[in-house]
Structures are given as structure tokens and as C-alpha cells.
């Protein structure tokens, strides 16, 4: 392929879109962040045991 056709088969970004999208991802990294540092041990500990149930995956 040639510039010109990865130029123009290239999809347009616009900078809000980059904002929303940047935005999301910070808020979603903190929640996360935050989340599980602020969780409890057990807490993380029973949804990481009732995620590997879920999953099918065998844990004890």
C-alpha cells in the first residue's frame, strides 16, 4: 500500500473524541485504582473467589 492509500482509508479522530476518550479512560483508572485500594482484603479476596466459581475455573 501506498501513504496515499493508508491516508485515505485512515480514520479521522477528532480532538473532542480524543477528550471523551482520554477522559473515560482516567475515570475508569481511578475507579479502579481507588476501588481496590479502598476495598477491604476479604472483600477483593470473595470476589476474586466468586469470579474463579463464575468462570468455572477450580480454586479450592
Request: net charge positive.
Amino acid at each position: 500500500m501506498t501513504t496515499q492509500a493508508l491516508k485515505q482509508g485512515a480514520a479521522r479522530v477528532t480532538r473532542r473524541e480524543a477528550m471523551v476518550a482520554a477522559f473515560f479512560a482516567l475515570f475508569l483508572g481511578s475507579v479502579l485504582t481507588f476501588g481496590t485500594g479502598l476495598a477491604g482484603a476479604s472483600a477483593m479476596h470473595n470476589a476474586a473467589h466468586d469470579w474463579r466459581h463464575s468462570m468455572g475455573f477450580p480454586c479450592h
